[in-house]
């Protein structure tokens, strides 16, 4: 199992970025795949987390309305499209899955349980100049 995030970059404030989680070993039909981030000196952020299998996609309040989560089944791929950047959300941004999700846990839960994903990606740098 294998999962890489890309699509990072340096942007101006206001701007937009769309992050790639190219998952391999699984398929996200019964997933459950969630975004993190954290920044420096910073607690990691459960940005985004969805459970395929039921609920509702969960977004943290800081990115809400700006943030859009999504997915291709076909290429094994979740996006995170991310518009009217802002300095703070200047982080390291990770994608972390469960391959087959208990359909009771709900995306709110993903998103705190950052640990208890069973894997997670390396990290793609996001920087939003000001």
């Known amino acids: 199992v294998q999962l890489q995030a890309s699509g990072g970059g340096l942007v101006q404030a206001g701007g937009s970025l769309r992050l790639s989680c190219v998952v391999s070993?699984?398929?996200?039909?019964?997933?459950?795949i969630g975004w993190f981030r954290q920044a420096s000196g910073k607690e990691r952020e459960g940005v985004s987390c969805?459970?395929?299998?039921?609920?509702?996609?969960y977004y943290a309040d800081s990115v809400k309305g700006r943030f859009t989560i999504s997915r291709d089944s076909s290429k094994n791929t979740v996006y995170l499209q991310m518009d009217g950047l802002k300095p703070e959300d200047t982080a390291v941004y990770h994608c972390?899955?469960?391959?087959?999700?208990?359909?009771?846990?709900?995306?709110?839960?993903?998103?705190?349980?950052?640990?208890?994903?069973?894997?997670r990606g390396k990290g793609t740098q996001v920087t939003v100049s000001s």
């Open positions: 969805f459970n395929s299998r039921g609920g509702i996609t």
């Open positions: 972390a899955a469960i391959p087959e999700a208990d359909i009771l846990v709900r995306p709110f839960e993903l998103c705190y349980g950052y640990y208890k994903m069973d894997y």
């Open positions: 070993g699984f398929t996200l039909d019964d997933s459950a």
